[in-house]
């Protein structure tokens, strides 16, 4: 685990093997999705009155890990429909 000081706080990466990286070895398509994801700017008034952004990257496990984040918050193309 590394941790690199930022203007807004203090970013973590982690290293190693997570269960996406597992995943892509077997040539299982998968992905994270979350509340706020579809429309990133989207905001609401939370419970102390403040308005916030739905979507936070930081509670998306996979952007800690180089091998499996999605920096640019891109979202899924899909191949085929889901049955």
């Known amino acids: 685990m590394t941790s690199t000081p ?3 706080g ?3 990466s982690l290293s ?3 269960v996406g990286d ?3 070895d077997k040539g299982i ?3 994270w999705f979350q509340g706020g994801f579809r429309n990133r700017n989207a905001t609401h ?3 102390g009155g403040k308005t916030v952004t739905d ?3 930081h509670h998306e496990p996979f952007q800690y890990y180089k091998s499996t984040a999605n920096p640019e918050i891109r979202l ?3 191949r085929k429909p889901i049955p």
């Open 10 to 12: 203090t970013t973590t």
């Open 55 to 57: 979507y936070s990257a």
């Open 76 to 78: 899924p193309i899909l």
């Open 29 to 31: 398509t998968w992905g």
């Open 45 to 47: 008034t939370n419970i």
């Open 6 to 8: 930022t203007h807004k």
């Open 22 to 24: 597992l995943l892509n």
């Open 16 to 18: 190693g093997k997570n």
